[in-house]
């Protein structure tokens, strides 16, 4: 019987995290939910939000923004899948700002459906980030 | 008979160019132990990826009305062939096993009546595969600009053939790369991107050990999950067939390098004894005239 959650995310680049923490909570596509441990096992995906764990049930959380991904908890923890990921205190707001223009003009300027679907995401992406920062 | 100063400028030359090589092994030393790192730190994504699409995969397979992305067209007639070469050449036979083994596949895919389209990755496949299958070609992706290959760097080539996929344009699409096991052996590879072969992983216990024998509780459900991975699937298989493909380069290239510095080691060996041979001949020659002119005084 384990007290903490063991925790890895993994990018298609590194194994980002591998901790154990108390919580972490996840942006579902279905909703958010919080992960402790001995939860039961479940597959969900991940919409852009930021994950926050909890290294302890009173620390600060750290938070980190992902873009999308897979969360996957089973009996050894939970494992989130995740292509693109940001630390939050890293994002400067001007930068942000521009991205999202670049992004909405992107949509604007598209002319075929599968181009505008990605700049579609791309800026959905954006708009959550932005929210999140201001 | 070659002069003196012949050989003497032979030997420098081959002296220097064995500079260039002992420098290029080094350098290709170093970027192999990188691309393998790399390729190393991918693996974790790769497989827990490969085990949640077996879990996944092998109860919607026999499903009707899966994604293409998993049970195929249902038809075989075209076929994308993607073709992971190397942007620089001096790196042994690398970029021409690679190009033989997808030559072959194509050349048996033409002769089975099938429509073959070919993608490129990196400029030396394709100078060779153009000169054959020009018609064939579709695109060529130059990546000669990355330094250090990142996921951003797969991703759209992989969006790309998944919106041909989606328009239709081929049936089936396997990508052709290098494997690295040792720095002397590469083992060229014919790895299919789709539909997914999920035969193969749901043939071991992967796909049983993967989920743990758990329930599952799904959100949203099971086919959503699946039709989310399977995409992003196509492209981490990429990316991660591109690194190896890195690290295959790095290798190939340090025992091509490592090779050629030990030939003209033997070279300069070689030509430094004709050098000291024929200045003792021309010694020799020159001691013959003095004293054969100094008999014939007498």
Known sequence: MTDTLHLEIVSPERLLKDVEVAMVVVPGTEGDFGALPQHAPMMSTIRPGVIEIYETEASAPEKLFVKSGLAQISDTGLTILAEEMIDLDTVDAAELAANLAKAQEDVNAATDDNVRGLAETELAWMTALSELVS | ?298
Request: with cysteine; proline share 3%; net charge neutral.
């Open chain 2, 1 to 298: 008979m070659a002069s003196l100063k012949d050989l003497k400028n032979r030997i420098s030359s081959v002296k220097s160019t064995q500079k260039i090589t002992k420098a290029m092994k080094m350098v290709a030393a170093s970027k192999l132990r990188r691309a393998q790192e790399a390729a190393e730190a991918a693996r974790p994504y790769a497989e827990r990826m490969e085990s949640v699409m077996a879990g996944l995969g092998s109860s919607a397979q026999d499903t009707p009305g899966s994604s293409p992305l998993l049970i195929g067209t249902g038809k075989q007639d075209v076929h994308l062939v993607i073709v992971a070469t190397s942007e620089r050449g001096l790196c042994g036979g690398f970029n021409t096993n690679i190009v033989k083994g997808a030559r072959a596949h194509i050349e048996k895919l033409l002769a089975a009546g099938k429509t073959v389209k070919i993608l490129c990755i990196g400029k030396k496949g394709y100078a060779v595969i153009r000169r054959e299958h020009k018609d064939r070609i579709i695109d060529l992706k130059d990546l000669s600009a990355v330094k250090r290959l990142a996921f951003a760097d797969a991703q759209p080539i992989a969006q790309e053939v998944l919106a041909m996929f989606d328009r239709g344009e081929f049936d089936v699409a396997s990508l052709f790369y290098a494997k690295f096991q040792s720095v002397l052996v590469q083992v060229v590879t014919n790895q299919q991107l789709i539909p997914a072969p999920l035969a193969e992983l749901a043939d071991g216990d992967i796909a049983a050990d993967a989920l743990g024998g758990a329930a599952y509780e799904y959100e949203p459900d099971e086919a959503s999950i699946l039709e989310d991975l399977l995409p992003r699937n196509v492209a981490t298989q990429m990316y991660r067939g591109l690194l190896e493909n890195a690290a295959s380069e790095q290798g190939s290239r340090m025992s091509a390098m490592d090779s050629a510095t030990r030939n003209a080691g033997e070279m300069i060996d070689s030509l430094t004894i004709t050098y000291n041979r024929t200045r003792q001949a021309n010694i020799t020659k020159e001691l013959i005239e003095i004293i054969s002119g100094a008999e014939a005084l007498k």
